[in-house]
């Protein structure tokens, strides 16, 4: 009894610690799971005609369900990455509060800047955001390896519109590359409004 109990007290430590130090990721990765299984894409992707018709939550629930379980998978494994490579920048709540700021973001920008775009799902236009938040506001790297980091991410968004990844073969759906520019655009404007507010304070 005791030994198969052992797996499960490492499960409860794991989650005991990332609900305590990382209580805003472990919220980003229960709403992901609950929008997936409780109306999925026809209640909370983003569409324009249910927009158009006044279902305004989908503005930031868009950005929380995805397309199946690969797509919702790979981004809680690129939730965790992020969050483990900027864990300084990125734990406590702020993750689901950047996360809810990054998304409308990237709302905005596939309404007026993508206007031939009629649904999209997914978390990876937020993943791009807080990427570049992590990178710009972290303390425990130094610089070099932040803007090299940075720099990474700028040559992915320019090469994955000329060169084919295979995220949408796994996926099974084209990849929104707007979606990527626009969360890594959203998540630089964050830190300009973050930095300015810390440093008035």
């Known amino acids: 009894m005791l030994a198969n ?3 499960f007290k490492g499960i409860s430590s794991q989650l005991s610690f990332m609900f305590g130090r990382y209580p805003g990721v472990a919220l980003l990765l229960l709403l992901w799971l609950a929008l997936q299984y409780a109306g999925g894409l026809t209640w909370w992707e983003y569409s324009r005609p249910a927009l158009q018709a006044g279902q305004i939550w989908r503005v930031l629930s868009a950005h929380f369900v ?3 379980d690969t797509h919702l998978l790979l ?3 690129g939730l965790l990455a992020i969050t483990s490579l900027w864990s300084q920048a990125l734990r406590g709540w702020s993750p689901s509060l950047l996360a809810a700021g990054i998304a409308l973001g990237v709302t905005a920008g596939l309404w007026f800047r993508a206007e031939h775009l009629s649904y999209y799902a997914g978390a990876s236009g937020v993943l791009h955001g807080l990427f570049i ?3 710009l506001l972290s303390q425990e790297i130094r610089w070099p390896w932040r803007l090299l ?3 990474g991410l700028l040559v992915k968004l ?3 519109i000329h060169v084919d990844t295979g995220s949408a073969q ?4 084209p990849v929104i590359h707007a979606a990527h520019q626009f969360g890594a655009l959203s998540g630089f404007v964050f830190c300009i409004l973050i930095l300015a507010i810390s440093q008035r304070r």
């Open 158 to 160: 320019l090469a994955e």
């Open 75 to 77: 981004n809680a494994l």
């Open 133 to 135: 938040v992590g990178a």
């Open 149 to 151: 980091a940075i720099l």
């Open 66 to 68: 995805h397309l199946n």
């Open 170 to 173: 796994l996926i099974g759906a």
């Open 5 to 7: 109990s052992t797996p």
